[in-house]
């Protein structure tokens, strides 16, 4: 048995403390949200007051915060990471974060005679309940060779990205990559409908055919159609738009720093801050299908009233 020490018991964070806690080991888990506590704790995390309580002894921890800001913070500070973490625990982080960020977390940690990986996800929040997620590692072969290992109650494929900051790189490219998907389903789904098509039949279409993506299989913006689906249920958040914003940003700053040009993710971008301007940053990403339909309605969402 392994003890973990995990700060951000939220969406993703919660479900993926729960398999560790199946897969027999101990997790202390720190969160500021009163309510992801008592849900962790209901899957058999302990519940601590401090980071500080959360770190020290610990085999290994994790990170799973929604900024850069936040993971720096955690880090940082006579209580943080940083001030309680022994030699021999290994750091991971698996925030989706900048890369500036994630590289102050490894040469932040190498000063200091400490372990750290980078260590973002893919899957969402089906895939950290199901124990299928995606991770992406980097950092010095003997420290990810390890994380490897902690990771696997968690993990359907872990990969090995390279060194330090490879594997936030592959989650901002990756992330990119998805919300263009996603535009594609928005667009499709859209224009099949306005030309008469079943949206099932279409679906299926899709699905045996070159417009497959993991956006149309997993978050196809219409209404029963798949089970999982935020149009299924009002757009309720499975991924917040604000938090898409987040990620293609990463992106576009990303492109900036190397000189690669980004247009689709530009446009992603203008689609999440649509609905921002709208007061939708809460609601599911997959509603920017709303941007493109000709009058703005779209099936499966009601305009909530204030």
Known sequence: MAVYGWIGLGNMGGPMTANLVTAGHQVKGYDLNPDACIAAKE????????????????????????KGEHVRAVYEGGNGIWATAGADTLLLDSSTVDIETS????????????KFVDAPVSGGISGAAAGTLAFMVGGLAEHTAE????????????????AATAGIAAKICNNMMLFIDLMASAEGSQLAEKLGLDPKVFWEIASVSSGRSWAQQTWYPVPGVIDSAAANNNFDATFRVDLARKDVGLALDAGEMTGVKLPAATLAREHFDALIAEGLGEKDCSLIVKNVSPDGTVAGYTQEKN
């Open 147 to 162: 994380a490897v290992g902690h990771i696997k109650p968690m993990a359907g494929k872990t990969i090995v990205a390279g």
């Open 43 to 66: 899957s058999g995390v302990e519940i601590v007051g401090s980071i500080a309580e959360a770190v020290q002894g610990s085999d290994a921890v994790f990170t799973m915060l929604p």
């Open 103 to 114: 590289r102050f977390c490894h040469e932040g940690s190498n000063a200091r005679g400490l």
